[in-house]
């Protein structure tokens, strides 16, 4: 088994989902279901603790989980970080025979600026990767009819502007550009062998997201974030690799077009810091999920007999629950930690092995360590995602339903360093 190391193409690290939107598209005529995630490692310091920093600040990082909290930070700060994501899924037959993905590093990256213009406004600016998809099975798999290879990147460009409205509250908004891209393979079975396809597009769209943050006294504080559902517009081509060319007018090569729904997301919380050098914060998250209803296509030139494939999804909202909390050992040294349940949007009927999708817990622990103006943060962050099977008829009129159990953990390590100014 080969390993592999991709930028920003990530993989199930947190189910707020992307829904299985590109698979289908490949080939009209097969029902394909796949799902994205969304990815919350924006910042070393911020997913050490569950990213429970909705009702109070670890840096610069700020700007993209409560913008509200950027009117906190002093001066000019700037933050980078990157993250090692080690993923590892495995499928087990109902006859015993168990097969694995293949091994592969992600390492989504983030970029803050913040600027207080006076004692009132603070500006930020913040480049993410907030959404990704990356699960490579290949293409002898049991299930290679319903996916084979998947890797999708998103980047968010994400202005936002703060206002101090008082010495207890702070509100704050914002303008999201998403970039995505996304290439997608799986195979077709024919009567003379199996076609190979590819579907590659690109694509934007827009959004905006609030923030709120209201500190009644020294002692508790509480936050809430909102980012607005995003549609991206999608044009790509859909390729086909063909066992004998006889089959192209039925796969022929030819453009293609998508809608992408991106979820509108809620973020709250409230931090206690009445303990002396302990700061404890619970979080909640809903995704709206149920926007992803459908996923419907226009190609060019009809492929397997239709140029308008439509995919019913009925995908449901989410909701997860978090503590975090850091203990300051002294005046520059520090730990993390935090626990997080998820739930997943994708309901039995439409589970299929793009992707791993079901009920997760996650651990956290790491450090932070002041060096005069600079912070570094380091973070050991482990996925577990409970067992799911597979136990529906999607695959069945493909070639081979891949029904069974379906296993997935993963593995981070986050690095962020910022600096002030």
């Known amino acids: 088994?080969?390993?592999?190391?991709?930028?920003?193409?990530?993989?199930?690290?947190?189910?707020?989902?992307?829904?299985?939107?590109?698979?289908?598209?490949?080939?009209?005529?097969?029902?394909?279901?796949?799902?994205?995630?969304?990815?919350?490692?924006?910042?070393?310091?911020?997913?050490?603790?569950?990213?429970?920093?909705?009702?109070?600040?670890?840096?610069?990082?700020?700007?993209?989980?409560?913008?509200?909290?950027?009117?906190?930070?002093?001066?000019?700060?700037?933050?980078?970080?990157?993250?090692?994501?080690?993923?590892?899924?495995?499928?087990?037959?109902?006859?015993?025979?168990?097969?694995?993905?293949?091994?592969?590093?992600?390492?989504?990256?983030?970029?803050?600026?913040?600027?207080?213009?006076?004692?009132?406004?603070t500006a930020g600016l913040g480049i993410v990767s907030p959404f990704g998809l990356g699960t490579d099975w290949g293409k002898e798999w049991e299930g290679r009819y319903l996916a084979t290879n998947s890797e999708m990147q998103t980047f968010n460009i994400n202005p936002n502007i703060a206002w101090k409205v008082n010495d207890k509250l702070a509100v704050a908004g914002g303008f999201d550009l998403v970039l995505l891209d996304a290439t997608l393979e799986k195979n077709i079975l024919t009567g003379l062998g199996d076609v190979e396809q590819k579907f590659e597009g690109d694509g934007e769209g827009y959004?905006?997201?609030?923030?709120?943050?209201?500190?009644?006294?020294?002692?508790?504080?509480?936050?809430?974030?909102?980012?607005?559902?995003?549609?991206?517009?999608?044009?790509?081509?859909?390729?086909?690799?063909?066992?004998?060319?006889?089959?192209?007018?039925?796969?022929?090569?030819?453009?293609?077009?998508?809608?992408?729904?991106?979820?509108?997301?809620?973020?709250?919380?409230?931090?206690?810091?009445?303990?002396?050098?302990?700061?404890?914060?619970?979080g909640a998250r809903w995704e709206e999920w149920s926007c992803y209803e459908e996923l419907a296509f226009k190609f060019d030139q009809p492929v397997g007999g239709t140029k308008t494939p439509v995919y019913e999804k009925n995908w449901k909202d989410t909701w997860s629950y978090s503590i975090g909390s850091k203990y300051d050992l002294n005046d520059t040294f520090a730990i993390l930690g935090g626990y997080r349940f998820d739930n997943n949007p994708v309901p039995n009927d439409t589970f299929e092995p793009a992707i791993p999708a079901s009920d997760k817990h996650c651990v956290s622990l790491g450090v932070t360590k002041r060096f005069g103006n600079l912070v570094a943060g380091v973070v050991y962050y482990y996925e577990k995602y409970e067992s799911r099977k597979k136990d529906n008829s999607l695959g069945a009129d493909l070639g081979g339903t891949a029904n069974g159990e379906y296993n997935t953990e993963a593995h981070v390590v986050g690095v962020s360093v910022s600096y002030e100014f």
Not at 254 to 269: K, M, R, W, Y
């Open 207 to 282: 959004g905006y997201n609030l923030g709120l943050v209201y500190r009644p006294n020294d002692e508790w504080s509480f936050g809430a974030s909102y980012r607005s559902g995003i549609d991206v517009d999608v044009d790509g081509k859909a390729k086909f690799k063909l066992p004998d060319e006889s089959l192209r007018t039925t796969f022929p090569n030819t453009d293609g077009s998508t809608e992408i729904n991106l979820p509108a997301q809620l973020f709250v919380g409230s931090c206690y810091e009445g303990i002396d050098k302990l700061t404890v914060e619970l």
């Open 1 to 121: 088994m080969r390993t592999r190391t991709k930028s920003f193409k990530l993989p199930g690290l947190s189910l707020g989902v992307l829904a299985g939107l590109f698979l289908a598209t490949v080939a009209a005529p097969s029902i394909v279901s796949a799902s994205g995630f969304a990815v919350y490692t924006q910042g070393a310091k911020e997913f050490g603790v569950q990213n429970n920093v909705i009702a109070h600040s670890e840096g610069p990082a700020s700007n993209y989980h409560n913008p509200a909290l950027i009117t906190g930070l002093k001066g000019t700060q700037i933050e980078a970080g990157t993250t090692l994501i080690f993923p590892s899924r495995e499928f087990k037959s109902p006859d015993g025979k168990t097969e694995k993905a293949e091994s592969q590093v992600f390492y989504p990256s983030t970029l803050f600026l913040i600027h207080q213009l006076n004692d009132r406004f």
